[in-house]
C-alpha cells in the first residue's frame, strides 16, 4: 500500500471561506492534488495564530509538524474548519475531500471501501513527502486512519481518532438507518421519498443525526450547510457514491484476520488520543471502553453532551486533549532521545 507518484497540484488563487456549521470563519486555501485515477481536494488554514508557547513561527509551516484530517461518511474536509485553526500553531494542518465527497470527484475505479479510503491517504501522504503525519480521523475516517496506522507506522506520528467507525456486535437503533443505505436500491427509493423535502429540512435531519444539540449551529453556520448539502444534491454521483461508501464500511465491519479493524487496533504503535460523544447517535458510547483497550497506551476522552462530531461540536474541547497527546508525544522523543 504504498506510492512514489510525484502529484500535480493547482491551488485556489484566493482563500475561500469555510462552509458547513463552522463557527470561526477563518480563511482556507483550497488545492487539488492529482494522482493516477485519483483526485483529491485539500483544505488548509491561511496562515496560522502566534504560537502559544512563546515560540517562534518562521513561515509556511517550517516549524510545525505535519498533520492530516479525515472526515467520515458524507463530511467533507469542511468538517474540519472549526478544529484545523485552533491547532495551527502546533501543527501544520490539511483537510482532505476523500474521493467522491467534498470536491473530490469520484476515483476512476469506483472503488469506496475502507481499504480504499485508507490507500487514498496512503498514496497522498506519500506522494506529498509529509509522513509522518499527526493523523486525525472521524467516522469512517477514523475507520481508515485506523488502518492506515497499521499497515504504515511510519506514516503516523500520533493517530487521534472522533468517535471512529470501528465494529459493532450490536450496533444502535438510530444507526440502522445510516447502515441500510449499504442495501442496493435504497438510496434511489429514499431519494424519491424526500423528493419534496426541502434542503432546509434535509440539512436539519443531518444536523440531528450528528449533533448532540444541533442547537449549537449558529445561523449563518446553518445557512452554509444548506447551501453545501444543495451543492452535493445537485452532483450526480452523491448517491451512489453514498450507497458505495456505506456498503464498503459495513463490509469493512465483517472482515476476519489481519483485517479485521480491532485486529488492527491492536497493532497500532502511534500514541493514539480516543474522542467518543455520549449523544453520539451513529457511533455507540458504550464502544469507548472497547477502543481504549484495544489501542495500546491511549487515551479517553469522553464528552456526554456531544455527538458524532466532537470536533465540530466542541473544538476547544477536542484541541485541548490533541495537544496534550502532541505535548506528550514530544516529552517521549525528548526521553528516547536522552537515552540514546
Known amino acids: 500500500m504504498s506510492s512514489t507518484e510525484s502529484p500535480d497540484t493547482a491551488t485556489a488563487a484566493l482563500p475561500v471561506p469555510p462552509a458547513g456549521p463552522g463557527r470561526h470563519g477563518a480563511a482556507e486555501t483550497v488545492h487539488t492534488v492529482a494522482l493516477p485515477g485519483l483526485t483529491l481536494t485539500v483544505r488548509a488554514p491561511v496562515g496560522s495564530p502566534a504560537p502559544q508557547d512563546g515560540g517562534a513561527e518562521t513561515g509556511a509551516g517550517r516549524d510545525r ?16 474548519s472549526d478544529l484545523m485553526p485552533l491547532l495551527a500553531d502546533r501543527v501544520d494542518g490539511e483537510a482532505i475531500d476523500l474521493p467522491g465527497f467534498g470536491h473530490s470527484p469520484p476515483p476512476d475505479d469506483g472503488n469506496y471501501s475502507v481499504s480504499a479510503q ?52 450490536r450496533p444502535q437503533l438510530t444507526a440502522v438507518p445510516t447502515a441500510l443505505l449499504a442495501v442496493p436500491g435504497i438510496t434511489g427509493l429514499f431519494g424519491r421519498l424526500t423528493h419534496d423535502w426541502t434542503p432546509e429540512r434535509r440539512t436539519r435531519e443531518v444536523l440531528a443525526l450528528c449533533y448532540g444539540d444541533p442547537g449549537r449551529v449558529s445561523p449563518e453556520g446553518f445557512d452554509a ?15 451512489e457514491v453514498m450507497e458505495r461508501s456505506a456498503r464498503g464500511l459495513v463490509n469493512a465491519y465483517t472482515l476476519g484476520g489481519q483485517h479485521n479493524l480491532w485486529r488492527q487496533a ?8 480516543l474522542v467518543y460523544g455520549g449523544r453520539d447517535r451513529l457511533v455507540s458510547f458504550r464502544m469507548a ?7 495500546r497506551g491511549s487515551r479517553l476522552l469522553t464528552l456526554p453532551e456531544a455527538g458524532h462530531v466532537a470536533m465540530m461540536e466542541y473544538p476547544e474541547t477536542v484541541a485541548r486533549a490533541v495537544r496534550e497527546l502532541l505535548d506528550s508525544d514530544m516529552t517521549d522523543v525528548t526521553a528516547d532521545a536522552s537515552r540514546s
Not at 289 to 295: G, P
Request: hydrophobic share 45%; aromatic share 8%; net charge positive.
Open 266 to 273: 491492536e497493532r497500532v504503535l502511534a500514541p493514539t488520543l
Open 225 to 239: 450547510a444548506v447551501d453545501e448539502y444543495t451543492r452535493r444534491l445537485e452532483l450526480p454521483y452523491f448517491w
Open 289 to 295: 471502553r472497547r477502543a481504549a483497550a484495544a489501542f
Open 65 to 80: 509538524e505535519p498533520a492530516l484530517y479525515v472526515h467520515g461518511l458524507g463530511g467533507s474536509s469542511q468538517n474540519w
Open 118 to 169: 485508507a490507500r487514498a491517504v496512503i498514496r497522498y501522504l506519500d506522494a506529498a513527502g509529509r509522513g509522518p503525519v499527526h493523523l486525525i480521523g472521524n467516522s469512517m475516517g477514523g475507520a481508515a486512519a485506523t488502518r492506515v496506522a497499521a499497515v504504515r507506522p511510519d506514516l503516523v506520528r500520533t493517530l487521534t481518532l472522533i468517535s471512529p467507525a470501528l465494529p459493532e456486535l
